[in-house]
């Protein structure tokens, strides 16, 4: 592991960062219609490059079977974007003749696409990419609506509120574009890339940019604040301060159910025999498409306000490491838990911290935060989940069990040999999980930096330093089997 530059080794002008910003398009009946053909064009050139490659192996396999020798196979085709593009704009005129209504960059998104897929493909064969095995790629379906704009004129419009896309021309935002305007106009931003889609029922324009960005230090720079993530509460944090669990999905369950009923009444499509959806069925369904991504965009709403308050006020930040895929399996709390989004706030934590020049700290998942006293460190044998106060047997602290918990994540820094840390300033990522980096175990004793934990007296793997301090955590194969992670 590379040695975290320290924060203070930041360029004056701010840390560069790929950035996406999302707009919601307000385009004409007739812009719409552009769009969806894009997309089609997109989907058709994908297509196209997946049966010519396939084509090709096919070709290839039935050659060996015949005992033709290797060397006078029918060659491989390239699969890069480059020689599938070029193959494209030599094959256009046959396969596409109407190829000229749509912009080449439509076409040159689905070949791009097809060809990543195929090397992802490739490289997961080899075993060189992480995660699940991949099967050959798919055929894309008229259910994936996207394009993705890479050269040419593309942008925002002159307007507050206008995106300028090739050959659509220029289409109104639901939202006005200033922030992004003055960071283009002030050159702390460029566009990378433009991609339209359509989700949820709705139009988007989402760019790719690279900002240089500099984010307020925060502004207590040497507080913890431990966060719990509760199932009652969104968040408790060791202050005290419980952040209330807004539940816009409890709260509209009863509206869902009204739409899904309107819906059900209608004629829908027919998948088996090929039965189109009725004009009443389509508007009863986009309507409860739109409130599900309106409730997604509630929670998130919220969840953004929070980890930017959280990242702008504490140097360090410390949050338990859930088995969210076990939880969401479980299936009485899961739909609460999908309600507070707690992947999607560790993930804001993650990158907030890393803007702000901040410390994210995730405790290990078998660390006991609820059933520890915050105040004499006594670690309880049982503890219910119905039980919401803590009340410790020893020195008889009663407190409010999620604040507890957040007290004993808060007070893991102090113990600084026992926990880990997720992120470092300066932009040194290690992604949880990732090998090697560190964990926290055992309980929150006052340990001296860079030693030992008394609780895991045989030692942690590796140590490593931040801004001076000296962190060690186990390595992940040194850790118990049944410690397996879950798959994110
Ligand atoms: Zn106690």
């Known amino acids: 592991m590379s040695e975290p530059s320290s924060s203070n080794d930041r360029p004056e002008e701010g840390t ?3 950035q996406a910003y999302r707009f919601a398009l307000e385009p004409t009946h007739d812009q719409a219609q552009a769009l969806r053909s894009h997309c089609g064009a997109t989907r058709f050139a994908y297509n196209w490059g997946r049966r010519k490659v396939l084509a090709n192996w096919a070709q290839r396999a039935a050659e ?4 033709i020798p290797d060397d006078e196979l029918t060659p491989w085709i390239d699969q890069s974007a480059y020689s599938l593009r070029k193959a494209w704009n030599a094959e256009k005129g046959t396969v596409a003749p109407w190829w000229a209504e749509n912009s080449k960059e439509a076409y040159s998104s689905g070949i791009a696409r097809v060809a990543k897929a195929f090397s992802n493909y490739g490289a997961s064969k080899r075993g060189t990419r992480t995660g699940a095995r991949m099967g050959v790629p798919a055929r ?11 050269t040419g004129s593309y942008g925002l419009g002159d307007g507050s509120r206008q995106v300028k896309i090739p050959r659509i021309g220029i289409v109104r935002t639901g939202e006005s574009t200033r922030k992004l305007a003055r960071r283009l106009r002030n050159g702390t931003a460029r566009l990378a890339n433009m991609t339209l889609s359509w989700r949820g029922g709705r139009w988007w324009v989402s760019f790719t940019v690279a900002v240089r960005r500099n984010d307020p230090k925060p502004a207590r720079p040497d507080a913890v604040v431990g966060v719990d993530t509760g199932v009652k509460a969104l968040a408790v944090l060791s202050t005290g301060e419980i952040v209330a669990n807004p539940k816009h999905y409890q709260k509209t369950q009863a509206l869902r159910r009204r739409l ?3 819906r059900s009444r209608r004629r829908g499509p027919d998948r088996k025999h090929g039965g189109e959806p009725s004009r009443r069925w389509e508007k009863a369904n986009a309507k409860a498409n739109r409130l599900e991504h309106r409730v997604t965009a509630m929670r998130r709403d919220g969840l953004h ?3 930017t308050r959280l990242t702008h006020e504490y140097g360090t930040i410390v949050v338990e490491d859930l088995n969210i895929a076990g939880m969401l399996r479980n299936r009485c709390l899961s739909k609460a838990i999908w309600s507070a989004g707690f992947s999607t706030l560790r993930h804001q934590l993650e990158y907030k911290t890393d803007w702000c020049g901040g410390r994210l700290i995730t405790a290990d998942r078998w660390y006991p935060s609820s059933k ?16 919401r106060v803590f009340r410790c047997d020893h020195c008889g602290l009663v407190l409010d069990r999620d604040v507890n918990a957040a007290r004993n994540l808060a007070a893991l820094v102090s113990t600084a040999s026992c926990v ?5 300033p300066a932009g040194n990522r290690v992604r949880p999980g990732s090998p090697g980096d560190g964990i926290a175990t055992g309980r929150p004793e006052t340990a001296v930096a860079g030693q030992p934990c008394r609780s895991n007296p045989a030692g942690h793997g590796t140590t490593h330093s931040v801004n001076g301090a000296k962190f060690s955590g186990t390595r992940r194969d040194e850790r118990p089997k049944a410690a397996s992670r879950p798959h994110w």
């Not at 060996?64 to 005992?67: C, D, E, T």
């Not at 520890?372 to 039980?387: M, R």
């Not at 880990?420 to 470092?424: A, E, K, Q």
Request: with cysteine.
């Open 260 to 262: 899904a009923r309107a």
């Open 305 to 307: 306000k929070l980890t």
């Open 140 to 150: 894309k379906k008229h259910s994936h609506q996207s394009f993705t704009v890479t």
């Open 372 to 387: 520890t006293c915050s105040s004499c460190k006594a670690v309880k044998a049982k503890l219910a989940l119905g039980e």
């Open 16 to 18: 560069r960062q790929l």
């Open 64 to 67: 060996a079977s015949y005992g």
């Open 420 to 424: 880990g840390t997720v992120n470092m």
